[in-house]
């Protein structure tokens, strides 16, 4: 993932180094940046409104936002990493991902805060080595890795209590549902697709994020809003409970990243992105099967492949 410029004067930078004048603490913006980098967007002031939307709907998880951002610009400051992307709030997309799902599987709290300093730790220190050796971009690849091997260490410690995720049941393709209640079911989860990107399932939050994101940049977010329905229809076309907005997650990241910020035609990432959501009945069997969810396992098998393929025909048509 290239590293992002700050938009605007420096003064968003530097204004919180009024308040904490240490180098090290200086990540105020870098987590209001963070709350529209889930979104590929750069925007301080319209992350304040989504940071507040998700408090308020959710105390822990919206701790948990500020917690994983504020861990991130921490260690990247400590550990002197690259400077633009510390401003950014790059360091923080994948630290912000793992400690909102170490909060939402994981208890007690004790147990979530110590894992939570390290595995934000770890998620900074992969993504600034995959940004440095990998010939594709990071994504989320170092949230899969970490949270995945936390939930996996926490079941050698009897009181901590991870989730178990079990497969998703068999689907008759033969039979499927109507098509009239589509339409509502793209209305209802669509939203809730926005807020499960924080570990928060809110209608209202997930209405915020969308208007937030709309204001911010509107390419990206209806590319956004376009991939959540398609991976929703998916979903429900295949037969899926899809009322929790989860089968939108994927393909509206996929779309989102592939569309606007890495400059695949709109078609493209949308193919990507029903792809996303087609490939997450087996992304569940295989992580279910080891008791793990799949998290956003298909939005970078999805995004990775169609990118390079993408670079490869461009360079052979030059």
């Known amino acids: 993932m290239e590293a992002c410029t700050l938009p605007g004067p420096d003064l968003y930078w530097y204004l919180p180094s009024i308040f904490f004048p240490f180098p090290i603490f200086p990540f105020s913006i870098s987590f209001l940046l963070l709350m529209l980098q889930m979104l590929f967007i750069e925007n301080p002031v319209i992350g304040v409104g989504i940071a507040s939307a998700l408090i308020v709907a959710n105390p822990p998880g ?26 950014s709030g790059l360091y923080c997309f994948n630290s912000i991902l793992v400690v909102a799902a170490l909060n939402a599987f ?30 594709f971009p990071v994504v989320s690849i170092p949230f899969i890795m970490v949270a995945q091997l936390s939930l996996l260490a926490s079941r050698s410690f009897p009181s901590l209590s991870a989730i178990q995720f079990a497969p998703p ?14 339409l509502s079911y793209i209305a209802s989860t669509v939203p809730l697709t926005f807020s499960q990107l924080f570990f928060t399932a809110n209608t209202w939050v997930g209405v915020a994020i969308i208007a937030a994101g709309f204001l911010g940049d509107r390419r990206v977010m209806s590319s956004a809003v376009l991939g ?37 035609p709109l078609w493209g990432a949308l193919t990507a992105a029903g792809l996303s959501a087609a490939l997450q009945p087996i992304a569940l069997t295989i992580f279910g099967n080891a008791g793990l969810p799949a998290l956003s396992f298909s939005f970078c098998l999805c995004t990775i492949t169609f990118l390079r393929l993408y670079q490869k025909i461009r360079n052979q048509h030059k």
């Open 228 to 264: 959540a329905a398609i991976g929703t229809s998916v979903g429900y076309f295949l037969g899926y409970d899809v009322a929790n907005g989860l089968w939108g997650f994927n393909s509206a990241l996929t779309a989102m990243a592939l569309y606007p910020t890495f400059g695949l």
């Open 62 to 87: 919206g701790l948990a936002v500020i917690a994983g951002s504020a861990l991130a610009t921490l260690w990247s400051n400590l550990l002197k990493l690259d400077t633009g992307l510390t401003r």
């Open 169 to 182: 049941p068999p689907v008759d393709i033969t039979m499927f549902p109507e098509f009239l209640p589509w």
């Open 106 to 135: 994981v208890t007690p709290l004790p147990a979530v805060v110590a894992m939570s300093i390290v595995g934000s730790l770890a998620s900074v220190w992969l993504f600034d080595k995959g940004v440095k050796l990998l010939p």
